[in-house]
């Protein structure tokens, strides 16, 4: 049995067609990939999948639920998903096309834990956003 097969059925989930596709492009992506609902849709279409943008957005929402992905909400209503994983990180968007990039750094993990100490709190979970242009050539104009 496939691993992303497996991966459903531990989340509750019943194995079908679409689901295990959309796993497969979740997972084979790179590490810090994230995905939007239409560019899964469009590599489905790329792979001759027929599988409808509804089914892509009800999947993932699933898949969220289950604990399987992170949805992440950025400015001007961008959404992105990723899957779960045990590391904590933060994201880099560059504000005219969208790209995220991950990233970790201890050093400000450590001040921001000092910061919450600071201020009374024993932090325990974080979300950082930084916007900002890429260098995919948005830093023109």
């Known amino acids: 049995m496939p691993l992303d097969s497996q991966e459903l059925r531990r989340a509750g989930l019943k194995v079908t067609l679409p689901r295990v596709k959309i796993y497969e492009i979740l997972e084979g992506g790179g590490e810090g990939d994230h995905f ?6 469009k590599i489905l279409l790329e792979q001759g999948e027929d599988v409808g943008l509804a089914t892509v957005y009800r999947v993932l929402t699933q898949f969220e639920t289950a604990g399987l992905v992170s949805r992440h ?13 045990d590391e904590q990180h933060d994201h880099v968007v560059c504000v005219k096309c969208g790209r995220v ?21 024993d932090v325990n979970d974080r979300t950082l956003y930084l916007y900002g242009t890429c260098s995919n050539g948005c830093q023109e104009a």
């Open 36 to 41: 939007s609902a239409e560019d899964i849709y």
């Open 73 to 85: 909400h950025f400015e001007g209503g961008h959404s992105v998903f990723e899957l779960l994983r």
């Open 101 to 121: 990039r991950e990233f970790t750094d201890p050093v400000l993990i450590e001040r921001l834990v000092e910061i919450g100490k600071e201020l009374g709190f």
